[in-house]
């Protein structure tokens, strides 16, 4: 019995957080992950424990080992759990071959194992108490044959068929777990139910036996994963190819600052879990850089957008190399990633599609965080769907195959006849027990979601509070320190040069903009029209805009703030059939303009609810009657009635236009409706105080299906309901299926049968590897251009106009020669920034007329401000004006009063500011 004192002395050794474990099991058919972290230490083994151990190698019966929960004292310990895991991992591999004996047939093994963060520590709950970890030779289950595995909710007992005969063996076909060796019910100790106060601690005790049990998973089994791994290249695997990880981009900007005098690299800070937040400064003279104008680039705030990060190191080096000349007289900032956590975690051995921060949050309000995420159940390393067919009264059927391609799934159109017919979920199982599956996950802040401008307070993704994260807050504190910062590009999710934001939406109080401010509507129609000539982008999606990094530049910093997702889908070529087939392909005549007036009217349909964590059991779609009336041109009010209540809206549009937006209030939170209107077909995206956007679709009241002057593209030719998602399949197809997992059949533990498919993790955000040069090319391009058109102000004047003895009339402008404002009209409204101040020195008895402190809050374009003193003093007086200016700088101009004078102008000195 050499192995169980090995098994043992390992045990006792194990006295530090057991690593953080994150891989999927597949033992019969039962599927298991652990996703937390194990603060918990083994306590030593009374000796009664121990005759158990050496009993339970006789026949290969359970194995139970009892674990204490004892949060870890010293940092050291933390460090000494992966080595500890390993030790235990191999001592478990020969116990697991002596207890199975073949009698285990697993299917799939994926594992990985990295020590604990210590943020991952403090969040496990230290109430668990001591529990039972069983391994049995027979496979993993109950321990008695009445009821369920604990991790599985009473309503799937059923499925489980009872247990087998002592002696036979589990079969992949069989349909069942295999179960414990039947316990004498007399020696049993009398169950007692569980009080109310107990189940949170139940909760815990289960994860924490999850985990345990992964934490002793034999090396025999690993060593099968790699092989299996090794014999089909994953779909994440192949969407990363020539990515940088965090190492590699560690290692990218260190070269990069290392290899040019105009480059330094620095930190802003630390992202949850101790990863440095880089920042390159790009400047011919250092000691300058943060008094010069300066363009900010920002890429990386959501996990997934990985193209932004390789895109920012790209456009720095190109700077360097081509554009010195530039640098000096403007200061660039490239941030390449703001949240290497997320991006990390994408990075692993499994791409969720995560795209915040680590953050701990309770999805679920169930006093756990992050016990009931995603489980990769067929292994492929990424994280997809699963679609129910007929679910029955379990699950509520939401959406069915697409009749036109059955691999995208639709929700119904009721005008057509459609029913529901399949239930989505997220790749996984109910690990909590509460019926919902992978509702829990590894929760986060998605730090594009969690800056001050329209910041959605009651969004779970939005974060506890504005900045609530290490990474936001290192953020905006670097902005806030340098008010030098006059052009910002950010690389993310949102566009607002593709798709110019609207500029007649506003909240419900009616002033703060929920686009862009009236007053740069045209600024950003020329910086859309030369972002498109510059890059040759032509798509990008629309993403809601609340507490974004970028809105927040714009609207309280007063930033010309461009946001981009760099990529956008491409085209693909096809060749044209030939004979009768040729005619399917022709292009489908235009539409006839849609009547103005057809606005308004009365519409009936539903609206398609985002998943909202945490909200309990909410309807994924409501009824929905809208009634619009348009008062004159451009006005247009109206309501949607739900079960939920009734919502006026209100708002403007351009004369004739079928697409406009509208405002509205419910219980004090602010909601905007985007309307687009086609003949009797209306679509509309509903945003509000939730994550993510509604989707409205209703008809006319009293139009048929197929009326004359519904969308003719929608009638003329089939084709899938969403044209977007099937373009997007066909490129997915033209790349050898990268972006799109087939859907496959599964036996699913507690669903039973079920399919597991669908769209990777960020495949619709980044190109392939080999595109990435270019991209960068055309992006450097436009970042030039944007400084060529960077505000240029300069002092004209003054010019001395001697009106009488002892009286002199003193002129000065400041003049803008950049395309560029100085402000924005949005900052400018706000007063965001601080302006451009003239400060005249002379007494205020001496000043006949005009401000001594003159403020110019906004210079445009080409333009100029203009101030203009009377002053009454002795001829040959000394005259002095403070300028202040975070773009010019603090200067002194000096003259005297006289025709003749000739003005000095002088940096301002330190005393005087």
Known sequence: MRWSRCFHSVLKSHSANAPRASHITTIGLRTIQSKRSLASRVSPISSSRTRKLKQSTASPSALYVSIRNRPSRTRESANSAEKNSAMLCACSSVAFSRMTSGSIAHQ?????????????????????????????????????????????????????????????????????????????????????????????????????????????????????????????????????????????????????????AMCTLDTIGESREGRELFVLTLSDDHTQAHKRPALLITAGLDGRHWVGTETAVRVAERLLEHNGASLSEVTVYVIPRVNPDGTGRNFGPVNEGHIGTLRPVDLDRDGVANEDGPNDLNADG?????????????????????????????????????????????????????????????????????????????????????????????????????????????????????????????????????????????????????????????????????????????????????????????????????????????????????????????????????????????????????????????????????????????????????????????????????????????????????????????????????????????????????????????????????????????????????????????FKMNPPASELDDLAEKQADFAVALIERRPRLRVQGPEITRLGPGLYEVRLAIVNDGWLPTNTAMGEQARAMLPTVLRLTTPLEQIVSGQRVDRAWRIEGFGRHEAHWMLAVEDGAPIEIELLDDQLGDMLIAFSASETTTPTISPLPEERR
């Open 382 to 762: 990424v994280i997809t769907m699963m679609r129910l067919a007929d679910p029955g009264l379990a699950h509520k059927p939401t959406h069915l195959p697409d009749p036109d391609e059955p691999r995208l799934m639709k929700t119904p159109d009721w005008a057509k006849g459609e029913r529901a017919t399949h239930a989505l979920f997220i790749e996984g199982i109910d690990e909590d027990g509460d019926g919902r599956i992978a509702e829990d996950g590894a929760g986060g802040v998605d730090l594009d979601r969690n800056f001050m401008h329209l910041w959605p307070e009651y969004a779970l993704d939005a974060g506890p509070h504005q900045l609530s994260e290490p990474e936001s807050m290192a953020l905006a504190r670097f902005v806030i320190d340098r008010p030098n910062i006059t052009m910002a590009i950010t690389y993310g999710r949102h566009d607002n040069v593709v798709n110019v934001p609207d500029h007649r939406g506003r909240d419900i109080n009616r002033r703060i903009p929920t686009g862009i401010d009236e007053g740069d509507k045209a600024l950003f129609d020329e910086l859309s029209k030369l972002f498109k000539e510059t890059t040759g982008q032509k798509r990008a999606p629309k993403e809601d805009i609340a507490g974004s990094f970028h809105a927040w530049l714009y609207a309280q910093r007063a930033v010309t703030s461009v946001a981009t997702v760099v990529w956008g889908r491409p085209d693909i070529d096809e060749k044209k059939p030939e004979g009768d087939d040729a005619k399917a392909d022709e292009p489908v005549e235009a539409a006839p303009a849609a009547d103005p007036n057809r606005v308004a009217g009365s519409w009936a349909g539903s609206i398609a609810l985002p998943a909202m964590e945490g909200m309990g059991e909410m309807p994924d779609s409501l009824d929905a009657t809208i009634e619009l009336d348009t008062e004159d041109e451009t006005t247009v009010s109206g309501s949607v009635v739900t079960m939920m209540g009734e919502l006026s809206l209100r708002g403007e549009r351009e004369p004739g236009a079928t697409a406009f937006t509208l405002v509205g209030d419910m219980s004090g939170a602010p909601i905007v409706v985007e309307f687009n209107i086609g003949g009797d077909i209306m679509r509309a995206q509903i945003r509000g105080p939730f994550p993510g956007a509604a989707t409205l679709d209703a008809t006319r009241v009293g139009a048929a299906p197929g009326a004359p002057d519904a969308p003719r593209a929608a009638r003329a030719k089939g084709g899938p309901s969403d044209a977007e998602e099937a373009a997007w399949l066909k490129y997915s197809d033209s790349r050898g299926g990268v972006g799109f997992v087939e859907w496959e059949s599964f036996d699913h533990p507690q669903l039973g049968e079920v399919e597991i498919g669908g769209w990777v993790p960020g």
């Open 108 to 260: 799939t093994v994926h594992s990985s194992v990295k020590a604990p963060s210590v943020a991952s520590q403090n969040t496990t709950d230290r109430r668990v108490g001591q529990c039972q970890l069983g391994l049995c030779g027979s496979g993993i289950g109950s321990p008695s044959e009445e009821r369920a595995p604990r991790s599985m909710p009473r309503a799937y007992a059923p499925r489980l068929a009872p247990a087998k005969p002592a002696g036979s063996t589990a079969t992949p076909d069989s349909g069942t777990l295999p179960s414990h060796p039947q316990r004498d019910p007399a020696a049993s100790r009398p169950r007692r139910r569980r009080m109310p106060h107990e189940m949170t601690r139940h909760a815990h005790r289960s994860a924490l036996l999850r985990g345990a049990l992964f934490a002793m998973l034999p090396a025999s089994l690993l060593t099968l994963s790699a092989q299996t791994s090794t014999a089909q290249t994953s779909p994440n695997a192949a969407l990363r190819d020539g990515y940088m990880d965090h190492d590699g981009l560690r290692a990218r900007v260190r070269a990069l600052a290392g290899s040019s």
